[in-house]
């Protein structure tokens, strides 16, 4: 073990109060991001489920031959092939994830199953063939819909393509001010959440103050003194992580029982939390340790 | 080896603590610094290890000049210096042979080298037998003599010492005087600051006396380039 890790283990040792105070502290800081975490998280979830839905439907032309020999055979074999070839080329738009041919008579079940009691207003052959796309996650956008949609529209056998845009614009915005005000409020927690732990390295650093001035007449240099408090603030950083996961997840399976249950954070996010903390605990610590050695 | 040059020091809040300071200690010296309380003498210390810079004037320590120091040199040139204070400044929870290790951790060196050379350090102080007491479990002689062991760690070319015996008794004070003695009949040249005239006159040794900030008499500084 090297020395530097030594001290930073001897200071746990030697400070349990003041560390479990600083642990406290970090974790209760970091819990509070969490949670703010969680609730981003799941606003996301919420909207990429929404955005999930965001689907163009180009129907087919009314009383064109591909039309008619179709709706009256009611499946896909009977469909042309310059239809079927347009529905291979439109899945192989690069923005296109899924594209698949409804019939007259699929749509027909699919509006009485959607409507339920109103279904018997509909006649089998009222409704007409449509091209459903789906798009690839990325491409949700406004401009991309438009273009798809714009693309699609010009195949000659289409009559009219419909993507419900005002709903698309208006979810792209949702989604736009949910991500910045996300990313400030982020921000805004792990700045407060940096603060909050330099400041509690600050007093470790203090506590410590006449040993860091032995250290230095004996001729230590400032990257020696710095290394065990870095270390120390990765470790209190890493603990204080880890127990403002475990207080997350807490909450979590609470509120999952009395209110709703709600998503948390997969294993790669919760890693990259803990991380997330060590590095807070090392920053804190090299701006207070900084700080100190420039006053001495 | 140490050698100040018109040197003025002078503090933000509390003003001229030294004036047209000129000085110089050759290699193996002895010398003593004397004077009233707050005439200036820690702070000729502090300049020596680098704890403060000249406000004009140079201080130069083995080659080392104050003009040109940067913060990282200070490091460097302190594992040069070995100094000890009044207060002995150890570390009370930690034993006294990690006490003196210390000094040779910071430097980096390995556990092979440190263990024979702090056991050595420790019989060179006449402490052998206490390498596992800790500071608070020993006498104030005691304790000046594991801060006089770490000021050795790393062979220093002087050896600073800032009152060492102030909080001794007599007999202590003879003790540690006599260690320091040996030490520089070694060939470190040692600096000492203290208001323990009797001491000065019984040892016949070189004492630089500095009142007012100002040097008054230096009772042997033969050594040359003095403006
Ligand atoms: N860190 C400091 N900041 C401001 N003024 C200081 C500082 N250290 C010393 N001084 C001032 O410089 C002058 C000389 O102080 P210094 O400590 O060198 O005296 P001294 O001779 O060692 O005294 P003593 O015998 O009491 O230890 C004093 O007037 C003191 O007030
Ligand atoms: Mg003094």
Partial sequence: MTLATREALLAFRRAPMLSALSVTTIAFSLFAFGLFGLVALNIREALSKLEDRVEIRAFVGDGTAIESSAAALGDIQAFPEVATAALGDIQAFPEVATAALVTPTQALERARSELGEFSDVFDAGILPASIDVRLKPGFRDPASVRAVAARIRSYEFIEDVRFGEEWVEKLYQIRNVATIAGTVLGLTFALVAVIIIGSTIRMAVLARAREISIMRLVGATDSFVRRPFLIEGALKGAMGGTVALFLTWATNEIIGRVVFSAEFFDVRLSVAGIFAGALIGLVGSAVSVGRHLKSV | ?227
């Fill in chain 2, 1 to 227: 080896m140490i050698r100040f040059t018109r040197v003025q020091k002078v503090y933000p809040r509390t003003g001229v603590a030294l004036d047209d300071v000129t000085f110089g200690v050759g290699k193996g010296e002895f010398v003593f610094l004397t004077g009233p309380s707050g005439s200036g003498k820690s702070t000729i210390l502090k300049l020596i290890f680098a704890d403060e810079l000249p406000t004009s004037g140079e201080v130069k320590i083995a080659n080392v000049s104050s003009a040109t120091l940067r913060h990282r040199d200070v490091a460097r040139l302190r594992r040069k210096l070995g100094v000890v204070f009044q207060d002995f400044r150890l570390l009370e929870d930690r034993t006294v042979e990690a006490n003196v290790g210390f000094a040779l951790e910071v430097t980096g060196a390995p556990a092979s080298v440190i263990r024979p050379r702090v056991a050595r350090l420790l019989t060179q102080v006449g402490l052998a037998s206490k390498a596992h007491a800790l500071p608070p479990e020993l006498s104030g002689g005691e304790q000046q003599r594991v801060a006089i062991a770490r000021a050795l760690a790393n062979d220093p070319v002087v050896l600073l010492a800032d009152e060492p015996t102030g909080n001794l008794d007599e007999r202590a004070t003879r003790g540690v005087f006599q260690l320091l003695r040996e030490i520089n009949g070694t060939g470190t040249a040692v600096m000492m600051a203290t208001h323990d005239l009797d001491l000065v006159k019984r040892s016949d040794c070189r004492s630089i006396e500095i009142n007012h900030g100002r040097i008054v008499f230096d009772t042997g500084d033969n050594s040359p380039g003095v403006v």
